[in-house]
Antibody, heavy 124, light 106 residues
Framework: QVQLAESGGGVVLPGRSLRLSCAVS????????MHWVRQAPGKGLEWVAV????????YYADSMKGRFTISRDNFKNTLFLQMNSLRPEDTAVYYC?????????????????WGQGTLVTVSS | DIQMTQSPSSLSASVGDRVTITCRAS??????VNWYQQKPGKAPELLIY???NLEIGVPSRFSGSGSGTDFTLTISSLQPEDIATYFC????????FGQGTKLELK
């Protein structure tokens, strides 16, 4: 059974940094592309970033480019999101999710399963 | 950027009703659309991938169709446990979600 568990959320001042983690079990982590998706309180879903199985390819949503960095440690089965220069509008629940299509076909696809999410609140 | 426009934004239906939610892409996304269900306080769950493929374990009352710019999620007979918010998502060019459709019981 695939399990994803995010951690590292909390309250942070504007302009500060935060690093999120996502521990993955139940799959061969190193064979799977992984995503971060966020959801502001009461709002819809917003894709943040994706990383290929070996970490060689990363892509970001425009609003996060240059401030957020996605990375992974395939020895520790862990996905990361380094968030710098945080803004109040970055306040959201951040989810990690696996991309099962990438594992099958080498092409990006969908998000399944998802972790339970970790709340990041950017506020003074 | 590709925009995904869902309609309606909210919907009230009765148990047993046939429910249809639509999603329109701002440009041709071929068949690269997925659908998710999100219940309050929970993470989203994949229902349909690649426009019409039912994810394993998802009840057969859910179905998806469409290609190009117009896509549909259908629940053939609404059950109480289907009350949730539904999102479409394109992956033709990076990833974009629709704004969501909140489904409520009448």
């Amino acid at each position: 059974q695939v399990q994803l568990a995010e951690s590292g959320g909390g309250v942070v001042l504007p302009g500060r940094s935060l690093r999120l983690s996502c521990a993955v079990s139940g799959i061969t982590f190193s064979s799977n592309a992984m995503h971060w998706v966020r959801q502001a309180p009461g709002k819809g879903l917003e894709w943040v970033a994706v990383i290929s199985d070996d970490g060689s390819n990363t892509y970001y949503a425009d609003s996060m480019k240059g401030r957020f960095t996605i990375s992974r440690d395939n020895f520790k089965n862990t996905l990361f999101l380094q968030m710098n220069s945080l803004r109040p509008e970055d306040t959201a629940v951040y989810y990690c999710a696996r991309d099962p299509n990438y594992h099958r076909t080498g092409s990006w696809g969908w998000f399944h399963p998802w972790g339970q999410g970790t709340l990041v609140t950017v506020s003074s | 950027d590709i925009q995904m426009t869902q309609s309606p934004s909210s919907l009230s239906a009765s148990v047993g009703d046939r429910v249809t939610i639509t999603c329109r892409a701002s440009q041709d996304v071929r068949k690269y659309v997925n659908w998710y269900q999100q219940k309050p306080g929970k993470a989203p769950e994949l229902l349909i991938y690649e426009a019409s493929n039912l994810e394993i374990g998802v009840p057969s009352r859910f179905s998806g169709s469409g290609s190009g710019t117009d896509f549909t999620l259908t629940i053939s007979s609404l059950q109480p446990e289907d009350i949730a918010t539904y999102f479409c998502q394109q992956y033709h060019t990076l990833y974009t979600f629709g704004q969501g459709t909140k489904l409520e019981l009448k």
